[in-house]
């Protein structure tokens, strides 16, 4: 099976600029999750998608942050202006089930730059 | 919120053991242990995970203290492909807690 792909995978914008990271998961995977780890921290959760609904939102860093997946399937995640502590990776990851027990595929993540 | 702690980095020989450390000691009695790679380029992949047992797969084998305040990935024969940073993570049904990460040389 395909696994879970993201693009673009770098991207460089300039502060105050608009940028949509896109996430395929695989398919059949009802949910799906953001991550980021911003330069010297730790990975960070910052939401989770079940099918179209938001279970978990609590790691949206504010609301210049937007996710959706509309139809339950690929999900965007826009920044809305950009501003210089956004930059870092940004990683998608899709499990068939809820509950990290059950495993979880990442994609390779988008890394970005705001200059 | 339950933390790990590793060390930064960590040096094996091609073909030798690593342990690679984590410490938990704040973890409660539902948080399941996993450990994930991420290899250059890429996200992290799946090694390992278990609650009290000691654990073995393909990949790995996951040593568990019997306090559960700690644990160790075990990599029977480290490969230059093993050459990644190994998180050790807390997670508790759809909860995640990422360490820092070890990032691992291997060393021909």
């Known amino acids: 099976e395909a696994g879970v792909t993201q693009f673009p995978s770098h991207s460089v914008i300039e502060k105050g600029q608009t940028v949509t990271l896109r996430c395929d998961p695989i398919s059949g995977h009802d949910n799906l999750y953001w991550y980021r780890r911003v330069m010297g921290k730790e990975i960070k959760f910052l939401l989770h998608?079940?099918?179209?609904?938001?279970?978990?939102e609590s790691g949206m860093p504010n609301n210049r942050f937007l996710a959706e997946r509309t139809g339950g399937t690929y999900s965007t995640l826009k920044v809305q202006p950009a501003e210089l502590e956004d930059s870092g990776v940004y990683f998608c990851?899709?499990?068939?089930?809820?509950?990290?027990?059950?495993?979880?595929?990442f994609g390779s993540g988008t890394r970005l730059t705001v200059v | 919120d339950a933390k790990t702690t590793q060390p930064n980095s960590m040096e094996s020989n091609e073909e030798e053991p690593v342990h690679l450390p984590c410490n938990h000691s704040t973890i409660s009695g539902t948080d399941y242990i996993h450990w994930y790679r991420q290899l250059p380029s890429q996200g992290p992949e799946y090694v390992i995970h278990?609650?009290?047992s000691n654990v073995n797969n393909r990949m790995a084998s996951l040593a568990i203290a019997e306090d559960r305040k700690s644990s160790t990935l075990i990599l029977h024969r480290a490969t230059l492909r093993d050459a990644a940073v190994y998180y050790c993570?807390?997670?508790?049904?759809?909860?995640?807690?990422f360490g820092p990460g070890t990032s691992l040389s291997v060393i021909p």
């Open positions: 278990g609650l009290t």
């Open positions: 993570i807390l997670t508790s049904y759809d909860k995640v807690i």
């Open positions: 998608f079940v099918k179209e609904s938001k279970q978990d």
């Open positions: 990851a899709s499990s068939r089930w809820t509950g990290w027990n059950y495993g979880y595929t």
